[in-house]
């Protein structure tokens, strides 16, 4: 969507403004231009805070689930 489109769904000039605001005044009429040239690096982190519904799957053997 950023190199094909020259859309900004995700809103990176909010961001870009609220980091850099200087930068910001000197970039922003030319931000349709530039923002397809912007490299972007997305970086995940998860952390599961309940377990779910014990079933078999990628994590539990059907030996290790508990049957009613």
Not at 10 to 37: D, T
Not at 42 to 53: C, D, E, H, R, T
Request: net charge positive; glycine share 6%; hydrophobic share 35%.
């Amino acid at each position: 969507m950023q190199r094909k489109m020259h859309a900004d769904k995700v809103g990176f000039s909010e961001a870009f403004y609220h980091e850099y605001p200087k930068e910001w005044g000197q970039i922003k009429n030319q931000w349709i231009e530039q923002f397809p040239k912007v490299e972007v690096t997305v970086n995940v982190s998860s952390k599961l805070l309940s377990p779910g519904i014990a079933d078999t799957g990628i994590s539990r053997l059907e030996d290790e689930v508990k049957k009613k």
